[in-house]
């Protein structure tokens, strides 16, 4: 089951399809949907999560805590929404786009991928895209 928290934030209608194309994205790389939590916030929140929980002292766009169990995905994945629409316009993305961008990278982390190196950096920004990109059909 997918749920939707909010901390620190004014709560963000999720388009009821958003569920659907992250339970697809889920199927499509041969895992199991367990239990996700996504939990919205502004930048202060997710600064003092990356502070506390994992001694980083800079903002990021999320951060995602893997409790996968073979192939059965779960986990807790904190977004901070302001972080997006600065990274939206920064990037001259629309921020609906980078929006699931984010959502879909937590949940790929909690699939196995990597962003450490250019190459799994790579590999999981065509990830993203690929997604994305099959977001229309729901």
Not at 91 to 112: M, N, P
Request: proline letters at 1%; aromatic letters at 14%.
């Amino acid at each position: 089951m997918i749920n939707y928290f909010f901390e620190n934030i004014d709560p963000k209608k999720i388009d009821s399809n958003i569920s659907i194309w992250l339970e697809d994205l889920i199927l499509s790389e041969n895992k199991k949907l367990g239990d996700i939590n996504y939990i919205f916030c502004d930048d202060d929140y997710l600064l003092k999560v990356n502070q506390d929980y994992l001694d980083h002292d800079y903002y990021t766009d999320i951060i995602t805590f893997d409790y996968v169990k073979g192939t059965t995905i779960s986990g807790d994945i904190f977004v901070s929404l302001p972080r997006i629409l600065d990274n939206a316009s920064t990037l001259s993305q629309d921020s609906e786009k980078e929006f699931r961008r984010v959502l879909a990278h937590g949940i790929l982390h909690l699939c196995g991928y990597k962003d450490k190196t250019e190459e799994e950096e790579s590999t999981m920004r065509q990830k993203e895209d690929f997604y994305i990109n099959r977001y229309s059909n729901f």
